[in-house]
C-alpha cells in the first residue's frame, strides 16, 4: 500500500529535550515536505527537500532541522524544543514537482512543557 | 502575510443541500489550485484541483470553480452527506504550495 508513514503519533516532552519524528514513504517521491498546522493558521511549511541530499526552508524553519540521506526517509528534529513548537505536525511526499498533489502522513501530534 | 485565505472557519449544510467552500488568494502567480480534506487523526488526503488556463474542474459530487479575474476559488460539494464532514484546506502553487487555514464543514441529517 502507497503511503506515508510518521512516527511517534503522539509525543509529550519537555523544554530542551531533543526529539526527532520520522517520516518515510514507499512510493519513490522525489518531493518531501514538513508541516504544522495550528488553529487560525493552517497548514505551514517548515523544510522541504528535492531529493537526496537537498533541502531547504519553508516558511517556518527556525527551531527545526532535516536530513535526506535516503530517498525514502525525512526526519524532522528538534534540538532543542520549545513550547511554541507544540504543534501538529504533517510529513508529505510528492512525484514531481513539490507543489504538485501530496500524499500526506497521518501526522504527529507534539506537545512540549 | 496570508496568500491564501479561507475567510470561514466552519460552515454547517443540511444533509443532501449544496455546500459551498470559498477560498482567496493574493498572488497572480499563482497556477494550479488543490482542495484537501482532512478528517480528525488523519492526514489531508487530496480532493480535487484546477489549472489557472480553466475556469471550472467537475469530479462526481465535487466542482471546483476559478475566478481569475477576482482571484477566488470555490469548491461546491452536492448533494452532501455526512461523510463529507471535515476540514477542507485550499491550496495554490507558485514554485511550492501555500495552504489556506482551514474550513470545518458540518453536514447536519
Known amino acids: 500500500e502507497a503511503q506515508v508513514t510518521q512516527n511517534p503519533r503522539y509525543l509529550i516532552t519537555v523544554t530542551g529535550k531533543k526529539l526527532t519524528v520520522t517520516c518515510s514513504q514507499n512510493m519513490n517521491h522525489e518531493y518531501m515536505s514538513w508541516y504544522r498546522q495550528d488553529p487560525g493558521l493552517g497548514l505551514r511549511q517548515i523544510y522541504y527537500s528535492m531529493n537526496v541530499e537537498v533541502t531547504d526552508k519553508g516558511d517556518v524553519p527556525e527551531g527545526y532541522k532535516v536530513s535526506r540521506k535516503e530517498k525514502r526517509n525525512f526526519p524532522l528534529i528538534l534540538e532543542s524544543p520549545s513550547p511554541n513548537q507544540t504543534s501538529l505536525y504533517f510529513c508529505?511526499?510528492?512525484?514531481?514537482?513539490?507543489?504538485?498533489?501530496?500524499?500526506f502522513g497521518p501526522g504527529t501530534r507534539l506537545t512540549v512543557l | 502575510d496570508q496568500q491564501v485565505k479561507q475567510n470561514s472557519p466552519s460552515l454547517s449544510v443540511q444533509e443532501g443541500r449544496i455546500s459551498i467552500l470559498n477560498c482567496d488568494y493574493t498572488?497572480?502567480?499563482?497556477?494550479?489550485f488543490l482542495w484537501y480534506k482532512k478528517y480528525p487523526a488523519e492526514g489531508p488526503t487530496f480532493l480535487i484541483s484546477i489549472s489557472s488556463i480553466k475556469d471550472k474542474n467537475e469530479d462526481g459530487r465535487f466542482t471546483v470553480f476559478l475566478n481569475k479575474s477576482a482571484k477566488h476559488l470555490s469548491l461546491h460539494i452536492v448533494p452532501s452527506q455526512p461523510g463529507d464532514s471535515a476540514v477542507y484546506f485550499c491550496?495554490?502553487?507558485?514554485?511550492?504550495?501555500?495552504f489556506g487555514q482551514g474550513t470545518r464543514l458540518t453536514i447536519n441529517p
Open positions: 498572488n497572480s502567480m499563482f497556477d494550479y
Open positions: 508529505a511526499s510528492s512525484p514531481g514537482r513539490m507543489g504538485n498533489e501530496q500524499f
Open positions: 491550496a495554490a502553487r507558485a514554485q511550492k504550495l501555500v
